[in-house]
């Protein structure tokens, strides 16, 4: 059975995926592109989801630290987790970004305002797996840490 505090991020993670597939269909395969309102609105939510998911993610890793349930990650897992929080915020820096210059009057097929969606997505994207991936690390040497101790069998 699963731990209660991992609803929250079941339910987020969800969501988040829910919201880039929603992004990947509305801009790539219907084709409406990244430089249309439609587009644009997708991104924009899917920028909102993957923001909530990392925060309940941060939250509950944070969580289990402070808790000692799962050992102190190691130095190669403290980089990929750096870097994949400064991606993500780059990436969402850049969309903001983006935002800011349609929002000064800027037009959609204006060139910045295109490559700071274009640099700012795949980033982004790429960015929220790698953190992903690591909590999922950390839930995992939780579990086995438990495992030792013969607290929980895992399933």
Partial sequence: MRDQH??????????????AGMFLIMSVLIGFGVSTLIGREAMYLCLLLELVN???????????LRSGKAPQPSPKMRL??????????TGAVLLVGSLALLLFG???????????????VPVM???WAGCLIVFRRLRMSAAACAQEKGKVLLP
């Fill in 54 to 64: 990392l925060l309940v993610l941060h939250a509950r890793a944070g969580a289990l």
């Fill in 6 to 19: 991992d609803v929250p991020v079941l339910l987020t993670g969800c969501l988040a995926a829910g919201g």
């Fill in 106 to 120: 800027l037009p959609l097929a204006n060139i910045w305002v295109k490559l700071a969606a274009y640099i700012g």
């Fill in 80 to 89: 990929l987790r750096r870097v994949s929080g400064i991606g993500w915020l």
């Fill in 125 to 127: 994207m790429l960015s």
